[in-house]
């Protein structure tokens, strides 16, 4: 009877484990990650002790400050649009009162890859034509010569680019990424630019205060073209024809950062290959000095020191609507 009695109470435990199994599912589904919202909003601001626009100063190698504001649409947690818009304060010889850039393009992603595909216009408002006898085809805007260094630039250096970007998650901490852009006229000179780059960036593990380190690099190579009749080679008695065949030049910075929350602080070390004479016959730079900095398109002697080795250091803070508002 005993013996009965815990067979019967084996097989009740076991028709109960049966039922409740029967209960469950076959196969336990996981929890599905909500999708992103459709719309959002991208925000920041920064200030930065020089301004460097591919490997060259635009801020006369003064602090800048910037700001940008961007919508996005997010079609699927794999396909994303935007438009944008972004401003940061200048320095450059025309006296622009600021760069004001607008810029749409879509963002798709492949697994491990990120790419970026897009549109920028670079606006640089209130700025004032600047020549003079010893440079430029151009005398419509003699009134405002330079008489030290005689640089010429145009009073709209407003001008459209188009491009391409990507990143490749090699891990979560790796990432190569590459960047291309193109435009008929480069600073609205009439030379055409085409610039491309390679990106390595490394992400080291966040300490346990939520401070996060990262180190990354870049390497460029800028193309130009000849520009319009504006700009000329000339040095009396010896003047050459309109436009000037500017030359193409490397670009490479290397630097590290600290990230905590929405800041970061990035500190990276900037040059470029280009000497101070074609420095000076590219930027038009208004600071520029006699240095014996003779080139072909460089005639009267005067370099600029706008595109040389400089440390620069950049604290800014970059949120997201959905993430760090709601």
Avoid at 53 to 76: C, D, L, T, W
Wanted: proline content about 6%; some cysteine.
């Amino acid at each position: 009877m005993k013996k009965f009695l815990l067979s019967a109470a084996a097989v009740y435990a076991v028709s109960a484990s049966a039922a409740l199994a029967a209960d469950l599912p076959a196969k336990a589904k996981p929890i599905a990650a909500p999708p992103p919202p459709a719309w959002d909003i991208a925000f920041g601001a920064g200030l930065a002790s020089d301004y460097v626009f591919r490997g060259i100063s635009q801020s006369n190698q003064k602090a800048s400050g910037s700001a940008y504001f961007e919508p996005r649409y997010n079609v699927n947690p794999d396909l994303q649009f935007y438009i944008g818009t972004a401003a940061a304060s200048i320095s450059l010889p025309n006296h622009a009162a600021a760069e004001v850039d607008f810029y749409a393009g879509v963002r798709p992603t492949f697994g491990k890859l990120a790419l970026d595909f897009g549109a920028l216009y670079y606006w640089y408002p209130g700025g004032t034509c600047r020549n003079n006898f010893w440079q430029g085809a151009s005398f419509d805007c003699v009134v405002n010569f330079n008489p030290m260094n005689g640089n010429a630039i145009k009073g709209d250096l407003s001008f459209l680019e188009i491009y391409a970007r990507g990143i490749y998650s090699v891990t979560d901490a790796l990432q190569l990424g590459f960047n291309v852009y193109w435009t008929d006229s480069f600073l609205n000179s009439g030379a055409n630019g085409t610039y491309a780059s390679g990106t390595l960036k490394y992400t080291f593990p966040a300490f346990s205060n939520g401070v996060a380190f990262y180190t990354s690099g870049e390497f460029g190579y800028q193309w130009l073209g000849t520009t319009d009749a504006f700009y000329t080679v000339t040095a009396p008695p010896n003047l050459a024809g309109p436009g000037i065949n500017y030359a193409d030049y490397a670009t490479w910075n290397v630097g590290v950062g600290f990230t905590y929350k929405v800041l970061t602080l990035d500190l990276r070390y900037i040059d470029t290959n280009l000497n101070k004479g074609n420095c000076n016959a590219f930027t038009g730079d208004q600071n520029a000095g006699f240095q014996s900095a003779f080139t072909a398109i460089n005639p009267g002697g005067f370099g600029s020191s706008w595109c040389g080795p400089r440390f620069v250091a950049k604290l800014s803070a970059d949120l997201t609507l959905v993430q760090n508002v709601k």
